[in-house]
């Protein structure tokens, strides 16, 4: 548990870091939904900030006054304990409330939480306060890559940042780890934050195996392509067939192919893809047709949390070939918060290792993202396992 005073401030921190990334949006980027799974950044600002209100301080301030009272139905997300909601569909069909008026709601939010955690109110409040803060820090990478989506899909797709590096090159030599068979702990085991999805360490039993000690790159893939692996159907698997084929699917999300040369959009604007970087924007159905093209698979997420010691990772979110499930005497919260991972179990795919995406204090090895086999607007990869 982070000290109250460091606490506070890892808060105030977060809050300007949210709106820190939006600096460089115009006004009409605020509203915009391209599809179903990218939330328009304004209404991210507006929920992060819900989030504060509807836990720490409608629950917590004597005669709080809330900001307005439709934010709740506007701005919550998925809480069916909390009560009624926008469609996710319909957050991008609201011009208002104004993107001045949700900057306005945040500072309102910002100075009330403030102002609680500066008095002597706060007893047992921490825990929640933290959890409030790394839900933010989640939507900030949500933000970046729904803004990069945004953009991404414009026709003139113009530039985010020039300052952003989405693509760094791993320098050391490809090598394969070799890990021995055994019994290995999975799971969180320190006083630091984690999602409860990661809780309930437990032992696994693991057959040795061995994984890559570096990515997948673009001119790995580059090479898939061009040996017609998006229309081998021997490769996929039969949902996966069924999506590339249905949405006409022949390289990753953002690449386009001009005069004969491979570009992608990135956060500086349209640029020519460089080979040597860790390929990304790639669903699971992906990864797994690359890893069998490649006769090699890709890893459990208790195989790669076993292995991750030996290898450098956080530049892209590693699809693995575990299902989303609970731990070993895994227990939802009680209450709106205890819907925030549980009710997710099922149908999904876990990811490991962050990305170039994820937030400064809000990366440990033990993390486990999830998302639908055919996602990939994340900065999404994979590393190879045989």
């Avoid at 909601?85 to 208002?96: F, I, K, W």
Wanted: aromatic share 16%.
């Amino acid at each position: 548990m982070i000290a109250i005073d460091n606490l506070l401030e890892f808060f105030l921190e977060t809050r300007k870091h949210s709106e820190i990334i939006c600096e460089p949006l115009e006004t009409e980027d605020y509203v915009v939904q391209p599809i179903v799974d990218v939330s328009p950044p304004k209404w991210h600002l507006g929920h992060t900030t819900w989030f504060f209100e509807e836990f720490i301080l409608k629950p917590h301030v004597d005669n709080y006054q809330i900001f307005d009272a439709d934010f709740s139905f506007v701005f919550n997300s998925y809480y069916e304990t909390v009560g009624k909601r926008v469609v996710r569909s319909d957050r991008g069909n609201m011009s208002r409330p104004s993107v001045k008026k949700v900057f306005e709601y945040r500072n309102y939010v910002t100075q009330a939480t403030k102002k609680l955690f500066e008095s002597e109110q706060t007893k047992n409040l921490n825990d929640l306060l933290e959890i409030g803060i790394h839900h933010e820090k989640q939507h900030q990478e949500l933000l970046l890559t729904d803004i990069k989506y945004i953009l991404g899909n414009n026709p003139l797709l113009p530039a985010y940042s020039n300052e952003f590096v989405e693509h760094p090159i791993e320098n050391h030599p490809q090598d394969w780890i070799s890990v021995e068979e055994g019994i290995y702990e999975i799971g969180h085991n320190s006083n630091n934050f984690c999602y409860d999805n990661e809780l309930g360490r437990h032992k696994v039993y693991l057959n040795s195996y061995q994984i890559s000690n570096k990515l997948v790159t673009n001119e790995e893939f580059i090479q898939f392509i061009e040996a017609k692996g998006y229309q081998k159907f021997d490769l996929w698997h039969a949902e996966g067939w069924d999506w590339v084929n249905q949405n006409k699917i022949t390289a990753p999300l953002y690449w386009h192919k001009i005069e004969g040369e491979w570009y992608h959009y990135t956060y500086a604007g349209l640029k020519k893809i460089a080979s040597n970087t860790p390929i990304t924007h790639i669903s699971y159905f992906e990864a797994f047709a690359f890893a069998q093209w490649k006769g090699l698979r890709l890893p459990t997420e208790f195989e790669w949390e076993a292995a991750q010691s030996y290898f450098p990772w956080g530049k892209r979110w590693e699809w693995t070939e575990s299902a989303y499930l609970p731990y070993p005497n895994y227990k939802k919260a009680d209450g709106a918060l205890g819907e925030y991972n549980g009710k997710f179990m099922v149908s999904q795919k876990v990811l490991r290792g962050n990305s170039v995406a994820t937030p400064d204090k809000h990366s440990r090895c033990t993390y486990r993202n999830f998302f639908h086999p055919n996602l990939r607007w994340q900065f999404t990869g994979l590393r190879l396992a045989k």
